[in-house]
Structures are given as structure tokens and as C-alpha cells.
């Protein structure tokens, strides 16, 4: 599976913006997809992560009520929006795939299977 993220961009504070993650291949709706994002010099840390199917959604607290993820396994695409966004969220963002379990949701990076390239995205203050 290769995965190509894009939407990354400067936003200012407040602002909303969404990043897409398109996947090649045609077993995309047998991985569970998730966004991490990397701050220099740390690692990378978990953000969202959708199950196979859509039906189950794990979020990091601190963008609980801000962020959603959502997916087209007919497009092979994950979407993370961004809404209210703070200069926290600075970041590189990366999307990530697992095989997994209809049920399955993985919020450690490390379980993951295949990344992404990384999209910057900048929130002014």
C-alpha cells in the first residue's frame, strides 16, 4: 500500500482546513487508517484512527471536538478535518495504515504497516 498526503498549508487560528490521504492498491478497506503528527525534534504522536469500516473512531484528547476522520474505502481515501485550529497543532502530518480487524483502531504508531509522506501544516496566531 503507498499512501500520498496532501491539504497540508498555513491557516490562522480558528480556521479549518482538511487534509486527504489517497491509497494505491485494492485493499484499502482492509487496513485501519490513522493521522499522527511530528513537532521537530519529537516523535510522532497520535492523532485520530478510523477503523475498516468507519465505524469506530479514536481520538487524542487534545483534539477531541475539533478534529474528525472519515473515509471512502470506494476512493480509497481518509480525510482528517481540522476544525478551531491552534498554533499547537503545528505540525507534519502523516497518514498511516494497519491491517487490522473489522474492530480494530490503533492509536501506537508503531503497529502501523505503511506511511505516508507527511504534510506540513502551520496555524498562525
Known amino acids: 500500500v503507498q499512501l500520498q498526503a496532501s491539504g497540508g498549508g498555513l491557516v490562522q487560528a480558528g480556521g479549518s482546513l482538511r487534509l486527504s490521504c489517497a491509497a494505491s492498491g485494492r485493499t484499502f478497506s482492509s487496513y485501519s487508517m490513522g493521522w499522527f503528527r511530528q513537532y521537530p525534534g519529537k516523535e510522532r504522536e497520535f492523532v485520530i484512527a478510523?477503523?475498516?469500516?468507519?465505524?469506530?473512531?479514536h481520538y487524542a484528547d487534545s483534539v477531541k471536538g475539533r478534529f474528525t476522520i472519515s473515509r471512502d474505502n470506494a476512493k480509497n481515501t481518509v480525510y482528517l478535518q481540522m476544525n478551531s485550529l491552534k498554533p499547537e497543532d503545528t505540525a507534519v502530518y502523516y497518514c498511516?495504515?494497519?491491517?487490522?480487524?473489522?474492530?480494530?483502531?490503533?492509536?501506537?504508531?508503531?503497529?502501523?504497516?505503511?506511511w505516508g509522506q507527511g504534510t506540513l501544516v502551520t496555524v498562525s496566531s
Open positions: 498511516a495504515a494497519k491491517f487490522a480487524s473489522s474492530y480494530g483502531v490503533n492509536r501506537d504508531a508503531s503497529e502501523y504497516d505503511y
Open positions: 478510523v477503523s475498516r469500516r468507519g465505524g469506530y473512531i
